[in-house]
């Protein structure tokens, strides 16, 4: 994943600005930054949600996304898990992990059920697999669309604040997933606020300001060692906290 010269606007206002960002494959980036920082909509950017203003997105050698031009699918490589789990809530777990694996990628019904409750296992809910969204606690729910992300096999995947709706003890359970995926050698690109998984799961740390990356860098140097005088007043006060 490669973005150069970065850039979005909501109603002529820059949010995202500059962003150079180059992400090897197999690598965990944790992103930090205050709120507010532009985070979340160069998230979006990478995953062809929003449109450029300036710069291109490229994904495994392919333009993803330039200014002025419409995102080309990519046909599922790219998961993305957001901060609301945004289930059907008519469906149960393993048919809301199998829907776009049999509407998107055509499998069979039969091989797209078995697909989502072996994820369904994977990520600790093959018990839960016949459960609606009402039944299960917001974390086992996260868990459900972080499987749904993954039926479509991705190359790479993207996770937008997951844990910031969740209560602790939620939020470790969907953290254990997280840092499974890391392990497994996935390519993960994680905004979150959680300094304990930065610091454990993380092999590089960016850290943004108004729109624009300030510090980049490997993990174990940003979090103990920051050289911008803005990175280390945010650390100090998360890890104060």
């Known amino acids: 994943m490669q973005a150069t010269g970065l850039g979005c606007s909501y109603h ?3 949010v995202v600005s500059d962003v150079e960002l180059s992400v090897p494959a197999g690598q965990t980036v944790a992103v930090l930054g ?6 979340s909509t160069m998230l979006r950017c990478l995953a062809g949600l929003e449109p450029l203003h300036s710069g291109s997105v490229r994904f495994q050698g392919e333009t993803l996304s330039r200014a002025g031009g419409r995102p080309r699918s990519v046909g599922g490589r790219i998961g993305m898990v957001f901060q609301q789990f945004n289930l059907f809530p008519h469906l149960s777990a393993a048919q809301n992990v199998a829907l776009a694996p049999v509407r998107a990628r055509r499998l069979p019904k039969k091989q797209a059920r078995a697909q989502a409750r072996a994820l369904l296992d994977r990520v600790g ?4 697999a016949d459960h609606y969204p009402y039944e299960l606690s917001g974390g086992q729910q996260q868990r459900v669309a972080i499987a749904r992300a993954l039926a479509m096999e991705p190359e790479l995947m993207l996770f937008d604040e997951p844990t910031s ?20 050698g996935m390519t993960v690109i994680v905004v979150t606020h959680e300094m304990n998984f930065a610091r454990q ?18 993990a174990s140097v940003v979090l103990t060692n920051p ?6 007043r945010f650390l100090d006060q998360m890890l104060g906290e």
Not at 165 to 184: C, G, H, I, K, Y
């Open 34 to 39: 205050p709120s507010g920082a532009g985070k």
């Open 125 to 128: 809910l093959g018990e839960h």
């Open 227 to 232: 050289r911008q005088e803005r990175t280390r």
């Open 12 to 14: 002529g206002r820059a």
């Open 165 to 184: 709706a969740l209560d602790p003890e939620f939020t470790r359970e969907v953290l254990a997933v997280m840092r499974d995926l890391a392990d497994s």
């Open 201 to 218: 799961s993380a092999d590089r740390v960016v850290f943004m300001v108004d729109g624009r990356i300030v510090e980049d860098g490997p």
